[in-house]
């Protein structure tokens, strides 16, 4: 099978004016302003950490209440590391709910086996998520071509991990196995993802730069960034879905990996 980018955009789009997508549309905003939170908590964690073994007169002067410290929570070094980690497993959480929901056909409930083998599935998209990353990073380094070529050939990776259950390395293996053929079409659809995340974050870019206040800049982007990773999501599964063999269909409440 190969990828229809028109037909991977409007069945994605098909399914976002569902009750399952509106479900999942609360948790994607519930995490993106976890995430605003426990990331501003933590910068200013490293801040204050760096101040307090940094000589005061090597220091800059720093202003106060700056930026996304507005959201930032009073706690130490450690603590905020823990609240970031604890907020990365969460997303990671909500990206597996939203893979295996879009990658299905539900609407009006979510599919059986939702949960399936969920802490194995989720350690294993960030162990596959982290090496994909240190891949991109690397190749990116290298003139930038190869990272993006290893972005666009590694792309279905976390599906391989969250729909079919397999463990990082093999998903490494099948996810690169699944673009073979595909990959300039795999890249078009990134860029087409990529364009809607950019359009998203246009609104609260104007709006810092006209002044207004960090809470609504940080409201709309947390929201339309809600909105468009959502969209990505549901186009990306569906694309995924394509790329599979006639006849298949999610395999969902396999027996146990563990067993």
Known sequence: MSIDIPA??????????TRVAAVLLVAYLAVGAISTVTGSTLSRAVVDALQTTIP?????PTTPGMGGEAFALDVGLPVAVVLFLAQVVLAQVVG???????????????PTGLTSHLPWVVLNALVAGFVVNVLIGLGAILLVIPGIYLAVALYFVQFEVVVEEKNAIDALRTGWALTKGDRLAVF????????????????????????????????????????????????????????KPDGWSPGLGSPSPFA
């Open 56 to 60: 005061a007169d090597a220091t800059a």
């Open 96 to 110: 597996v709910v939203g893979i295996r929901t879009f990658v299905s056909d539900a609407r009006a409930s979510f």
């Open 188 to 243: 078009l659809l990134l860029l087409v993802i990529f364009a809607i995340g950019l359009a998203s974050a246009v609104p609260s870019i104007l709006l810092g730069f006209v002044g207004a206040p960090t809470l609504v800049v940080t409201a709309v982007s947390v929201g339309l960034g809600a909105v468009a990773g959502l969209i990505g999501v549901a186009v990306g599964a569906r694309a995924y879905v394509q790329l």
């Open 8 to 17: 991977a955009l409007e069945d994605g789009l098909a399914r976002l004016p």
